[in-house]
């Protein structure tokens, strides 16, 4: 099976390449990538903790999902598709905010994405898949600021960034 590839994309989103993505990730190269947020009635937030084999960022907690889009996959047809192989359900997404980040980790890799945060409603229980996901819950946002602050190792570096911008957009 081939590696899967990420899409290089300059300052303005604009593609100039495709790279294996461990590769993308080792350079700390600028790569396409979503991040889905789904929130239910009661404006909690769905989150997942990360499948403890992961090869980074193992057993943290993050939001629904998240990925990067393959070539020729809109963002939203990429959030779908992952959200469905990661969490076991399809709900209408849209887009929202984007922006670039930078997120080192302790075993080398970087993050550097131009993300694009996607969002959905979803009233049901995710079927999780265990190669991806160990758990999952729901969460009030406002919770989730409070849990971020007094707890932050417990969750992924790009979710700390990501839901700040998120909640940003929330209470525009």
Known sequence: MEEEKVILVNE???PIGLMPKLE???KALLH???SVFVLNEQNEVMLQQRAHHKYHSPGLWTNTCCSHQRDGETNIQAGTRRLREEMGFV????E???FIYKAPFDNGLTEHELDHILIGHYEGAPIINPAEVADWKWMPLE???VAIAAEPAAYTAWFKIIFEKFYTYLKL
């Open 32 to 34: 396409r990538a979503f």
């Open 143 to 145: 919770e989730v600021k």
């Open 24 to 26: 993308a990730h080792e």
């Open 91 to 94: 709900t209408p997404l849209k």
């Open 96 to 98: 929202t905010i984007s």
């Open 12 to 14: 303005n989103d604009e």
